[in-house]
């Protein structure tokens, strides 16, 4: 029964897939604008106007194209962001293949590292063909407070031509290659949760749990922190309110996160917590020898996420300039800080530093330092790091013994819990007061006076919050589903045995 | 015809393969075990994770001798293996009813 319904639910899909882009052809490629501005001529600055709701918070942009004034030509992008940008985004596909790939495979026992490596390549894959056809649009396609628009599906109207905006005025990059930054960042985080129930998942059943929670609970949460009409279309009060109204719900609040604290590793560590939590520990946990099959692969991959991440973070400023170059040095400094911090910590209380600490102090460092990268200064970024380091140490150990739950490969004790301290560190770090660059005014052009840490952080927290409920309640919802769609564990006897044999029939070697 | 299998820390294998040639024993076999006796394992951490492992790597060697040259096998089995600390390993010999050489089909004493 299970398998008659997926198979007609896979042929409804590919089905759905083969058709619907014939439609999307026929109309006329869309004009360059959806918000149309006039130009920043005459608008008084509004220096007084209420700074609080003034002051714009940089995040994430959208790719709304600018005004298409009859007289204005098509903005071209600056040859140095764009090429940049297709650096930047090939870096964050290396975190995944084979970055993450290595690091998870690692991890675990040697007849599971092929479920492990398949998982990766293929939620990879899937999650890369969805985002070209509704992702994007649903995420960045147009104004809503919680999904875009479909006015972009199929990547309709997007010709090498179009461009998109970055956080400064009057500069621009491709529209495509923002589509396919992103869309590197839609296929990684998905697959971070699959760390929590390696070992036992069902390949069908990984493939089927991440194609819904990337549709309900990633794009919504991706759409809801990043997108706004970008800074072109801000020139007075009045189009900075129209604006707000008109961007993701907690970007309207003013929620800052620089390359996806909240998006991706707080969104990922809520669901692969539950994950764990609903489909169980795997058999004999807490009795047999479950070690790392391979620390030497663990490593390889951490450095690959490593240097992979500056292209996750310094790529989120969308350009080439001295904000990406902060960005750089903090992804830096603040790994750095926690690899350190990870290491010494164990030492002094294990009596050994280990090599798999040490990597998961770096990974526990730069999921920390995603939402800040570009917000706060470098000493701000050791101290994010340094924390990071301590409390996820304690999340992995402390924390994980308190829940309870077997989360394998510790996706909630590094980025969950990684995120949620790199969220609320953000609105302390981001302080000029600390280092940190402050919130733009888009109206004045200028930096806000006036920073509130703890009004900030106050807004943080509600983000995390949010993303927290809202990936919650996605990911039971959807675990249940694929439970009663496909089952979501493997027979006892393909445990055993290891899901290379079972699910893949392969074995990664052969002694 | 006794065959005597011994346990032994892998790093003195070479030592007890020369020993052993010094005196007249022509071939061993060896593989690769995992045991503890009194010797106690190690602990290993992995984050939060921590196991023990009590089965230590050694080497276990097989050679088949005629019954004349059983005392001095031991003795230098006993000898190269030896380094006075706990989990050296243990020798037992055992009887050998028939041995045959698969190449030319001799066998009992011929065939050692």
């Known amino acids: 029964m299970k398998r008659t319904f997926s198979t007609l639910l896979l042929a409804a899909v590919l089905g759905l897939g083969a058709l619907l882009p014939a439609v999307a052809q026929d109309k006329a490629p869309a004009t360059a604008s959806t918000t149309a501005t006039t130009p920043a001529a005459a608008a008084a600055p509004a220096d007084d106007a209420k700074p609080a709701e003034a002051a714009v918070a940089k995040a994430e942009a959208a790719p709304e194209a600018p005004a298409a004034d009859a007289a204005a030509p098509p903005p071209v992008p600056n040859k140095g962001d764009t090429a940049w940008m297709i650096v930047a985004t090939v870096l964050v596909i290396l975190m995944t293949i084979p970055g993450l790939a290595l690091f998870y495979g690692g991890l675990v026992r040697a007849k599971n590292m092929l479920s492990i490596l398949m998982q990766t390549m293929m939620i990879f894959s899937v999650v890369t063909v969805l985002w070209v056809i509704y992702g994007y649009p649903l995420a960045f396609g147009g104004d809503g407070m919680f999904y875009g628009t479909l006015d972009k599906l199929f990547l309709k109207g997007i010709t090498p031509d179009s461009v998109a905006a970055t956080f400064s005025k009057g500069v621009y990059i491709p529209e495509l290659i923002f589509v396919a930054f992103q869309c590197t960042f839609a296929a990684i985080t998905p697959i971070l949760i699959v760390g929590a129930f390696a070992e036992r998942i069902k390949f069908s059943a990984a493939l089927l749990f991440c194609v819904l929670w990337f549709t309900f609970s990633y794009l919504p949460i991706a759409h809801m922190v990043w997108y706004w009409a970008g800074p072109d279309a801000i020139t007075d009060a009045a189009t900075l309110e129209a604006v707000t109204a008109n961007a993701g719900y907690l970007w309207a609040k003013g929620a800052l996160d620089f390359a996806g604290g909240t998006v991706v590793h707080i969104n990922a560590g809520v669901a692969g917590l539950v994950g764990a939590f609903m489909i169980g520990k795997r058999l004999g946990y807490g009795r047999e020898a479950m070690a790392p099959h391979s620390l030497a692969f663990t490593m390889i991959g951490a450095s690959l996420l490593w240097v992979g991440w500056f292209g996750f973070n310094v790529g989120s400023n969308l350009e080439a300039n001295g904000v990406a170059a902060l960005a750089f040095v903090n992804t830096f400094v603040a790994t750095a800080a926690a690899t350190v911090a990870w290491s010494f910590a164990e030492w002094m209380s294990k009596g050994k530093p280990s090599m798999l600490g040490a990597a998961s102090g770096a990974v526990a460092g730069l999921v920390a330092i995603t939402p800040a990268c570009g917000f706060v200064g470098p000493m701000g970024a050791i101290v994010i790091g340094l924390l990071a380091g301590v409390v996820c140490l304690w999340g992995v150990s402390g924390l994980k013994r308190l829940l309870g739950a077997d989360d394998s490969l510790d996706v909630f004790g590094v980025h969950g819990l990684g995120g949620i301290l790199g969220a609320l560190l953000t609105g302390v770090f981001a302080s000029p007061s600390l280092g940190g660059t402050g919130v733009f005014n888009y109206v004045t052009n200028a930096v806000s006076p006036d920073y509130s840490i703890l009004d900030q952080v106050w807004i943080q927290a509600q983000a995390v919050g949010t993303t927290i409920v809202w990936s919650g309640v996605v990911s039971v919802i959807a675990y249940k589903l694929v439970d009663v769609v496909v089952g979501l564990r493997v027979s006892e006897d393909e445990e055993r045995e290891g899901l290379d044999i079972s699910s893949h029939g392969e074995s990664a070697y052969h002694s | ?112």
């Open chain 2, 1 to 112: 015809m006794k065959l005597i299998t011994a346990i032994i820390k892998p790093f003195k294998l070479d030592e007890v393969r020369e020993a052993l040639s010094t005196i007249g024993v022509q071939g061993i076999t060896v593989t690769e075990v995992k045991g503890f006796g009194r010797q106690k394992g190690h602990t290993e951490l992995y984050r939060g994770a921590e196991y023990v492992v009590d089965f230590l790597p050694k080497v276990k060697l097989e050679a088949a001798v005629s019954e004349d040259l059983v005392e001095r096998v031991i003795e230098a089995i006993e000898a190269s293996a030896r380094t006075g600390k706990i989990g050296d390993g243990k020798i037992f010999v055992f009887d050998l009813e028939q041995v045959v050489r698969i190449r030319t089909g001799e066998t009992g004493q011929d065939a050692l």
